[in-house]
């Protein structure tokens, strides 16, 4: 095959920060994705529907030529009430809200302490049919920190799913073999985002010969077989699974430095990657349900009108993103992938 034309996808799991950054993020996703789940984790989290709001129209103005629509998120803190759940419920913009515990990721220090304290509030999503959307660690110190997807699916999650059956969750960006065969499970209501980074690198290509920090992430990356367990998830067929790049983006001296911050920039090659990936199993034929469809289902959304074109030809990732004066480092910089987006 040496082009592929399909619906074009939607990114369900994103960050695109604030600042400069936002207006080069914005660009780079929408030239791949028709809409994204845009993650809530700000310096100053997005904590209601009128904030999502200013939220919204700062990302529509920074999309250029591109039509794309942002899916906004609001982060789950203990102020949420019904009456702000309702707001959500009944708002065109906002789809979900995330759960971090606290601590576990970038900008997530307001997150949750206490899963049973948030009972009542998953009690009104599920009447409301709102998504709750997990970051899936223990924020536990004493837990390993390559078991902590393991251990809060087995302290936290299965206790949620089992308590409230009716809630729709997505277990965002799983990194281990538990929590496919968890989300596999369970039922209709429990799906997964998969990144590119959880598919293609193991802690290996993090720590082996030195440390790497732009392939650092979190979840952080974990051993070969929750790698080939993911793969083997994402090229299924399964609806249950579907595309989310988790791309964050972070200055390079962010990242390179004595306390480097946790994500990883891919919005910039992510459907070259997602096509090489399928590719090398086998199963292109699948990539369209996985990128543009699977995940809308989910949401509950249409399938998006607009169609890309993915052509067998040589494609070089930036080895960097020039931001005035900083950097952005991207996943696997200057490396060349077999699939490249072009105009249809």
């Known amino acids: 095959m ?29 030239k791949q994705f028709a809409r994204a789940i845009v993650m809530p984790n700000l310096q100053a989290p997005i904590i209601s529907v009128d904030q999502a709001e200013k939220y919204y129209l700062d990302i529509k ?20 009430n019904s009456d702000e759940i309702k707001k959500v419920s009944d708002s065109e913009i906002v789809h979900g809200i995330k759960l971090y515990p606290s601590g576990v990721t970038t900008n997530s220090d307001n997150g949750i302490d206490s899963i049973e304290k948030c009972f009542n509030i998953f ?7 709102v998504p709750l959307l997990i970051h899936g660690e223990t924020n536990d110190k004493s837990v390993d920190i390559f078991d902590r997807e ?22 965002e960006h799983i990194s281990t073999k538990e929590a496919v065969d968890f989300v596999i499970g369970t039922n209709d209501k429990v799906g997964a985002t998969i990144t590119p980074q959880h598919i293609l690198l193991d802690r290996n290509d993090l720590l082996s010969g030195g440390i790497k920090p732009h392939h650092y992430c979190l979840p952080i990356l974990k051993r070969t077989e929750d790698r080939l367990a993911i793969i083997k998830a994402a090229v299924s067929g399964s609806q249950k699974f579907f595309l989310g790049t988790d791309s ?27 096509a090489s990936i399928f590719e090398s199993e086998n199963a292109l034929d ?12 989910f949401y509950k959304l249409p399938y998006n009108d607009l169609k890309i074109k993915l052509i067998k030809k040589e494609f070089q990732i930036p ?26």
């Not at 250029?64 to 609001?74: A, D, K, Q, R, V």
């Not at 994500?263 to 992510?270: E, K, L, Q, R």
């Not at 699948?286 to 289902?297: D, P, R, T």
């Not at 696997?332 to 249809?344: C, N, V």
Request: charge should be negative; include cysteine; hydrophobic fraction near 40%.
């Open 150 to 171: 393991k251990v809060f699916i087995d302290r936290h999650l299965s206790q949620i799913h089992s308590k409230f059956p009716d809630l729709r969750i997505v277990f």
């Open 248 to 274: 964050a983006p972070h200055f390079r001296h962010q990242k390179e430095s004595s306390c480097g911050c946790a994500g990883i920039y891919s919005a910039v090659c992510a459907i070259e990657l997602y």
């Open 286 to 297: 699948k990539l369209e349900n996985f990128s543009s469809k699977f995940g809308a289902e």
């Open 123 to 129: 009690e009104l999503m599920q009447k409301h049919e």
């Open 2 to 30: 040496t082009e592929l034309i399909i619906i074009k996808p939607d990114d369900m799991h994103l960050h695109l920060r604030e600042g400069d950054i936002l207006k080069y993020a914005c660009k780079d996703t929408a």
């Open 61 to 80: 103005k920074n999309v250029g030529i591109y039509n794309f629509e942002p899916l906004m998120t609001l982060f789950f803190t203990d102020l949420l």
């Open 319 to 344: 080895d960097k993103i020039k931001i005035g004066t900083e950097e952005i480092i991207p996943l696997f910089a200057g490396e060349t992938l077999p699939w490249q987006l072009s105009e249809i």
